[in-house]
């Protein structure tokens, strides 16, 4: 599947993809933030594409075909949390240098549209480290509202605080 937006083409990650994620990836003010390890290598990318990234509503976000970052929505058991109802969640990140243009919010909105008109999905969660008020504002503009508090750890096994918003969609 490939969804359009006026800026932006989300797509499937293919392997030739490997050098733009680590590109991006390898930023210490990316992963981290979102609660998996900076990549070290341009390989450690291309694993990255060809497991996490080949499940079923996960787009590479592209200008141009260049992959600038990534979204997707996960589905149990593939969730970071178990959500009621085994609720879908959000997830998403762009390259440092595309912050603070709304490119995110535009991929979001895209995908969430997707959710709600093909895929007939009428509630998203997402969750965010304490930390990182970028998401919570991208959240906020979506029109998630705040769900719980949660404790949980990282890919690196350090334990974490977040905040759960969810959108119903209607």
């Known amino acids: ?6 800026r932006l083409i989300l797509r499937e990650w293919e392997e030739s993809d490997a050098e733009s994620l680590y590109k991006y990836a390898k ?3 990316i ?4 609660g998996w390890p900076a990549h070290k290598s341009e390989e ?7 497991t996490v990234f080949s499940k079923e509503e996960t787009y590479a976000i592209t200008i141009d075909n260049k992959a ?34 709304g490119l995110v919010k535009e991929a979001c909105q895209e995908l ?13 969660y997402a969750s965010f480290r304490n930390d990182n008020q970028q998401s919570k504002r991208v959240l906020e503009k979506l029109g ?12 690196s096994g350090n ?12």
Do not use: R
Request: charged share 25%; with cysteine; net charge negative.
């Open 159 to 170: 334990e974490i605080q977040e905040i759960a918003m969810v959108l119903e969609i209607k």
């Open 68 to 101: 600038i970052g990534c979204v997707g929505l996960l589905f149990y058991p593939n969730t970071n949390h178990h959500w009621k109802d085994n609720g879908v969640e959000l997830g998403y990140w762009i390259g440092e240098e595309h912050w603070g243009k």
């Open 112 to 124: 969430i549209k997707h959710a709600h008109d093909d895929l007939e999905i009428n509630i998203i």
């Open 31 to 34: 992963g981290p933030i979102a």
């Open 1 to 6: 599947m490939i969804l359009k937006t006026e």
């Open 27 to 29: 930023n210490p003010n």
């Open 44 to 50: 450690e990318s291309l694993n990255i594409i060809k």
């Open 144 to 155: 998630f509202k705040n769900y719980c508090k949660l404790k949980s750890k990282d890919l």
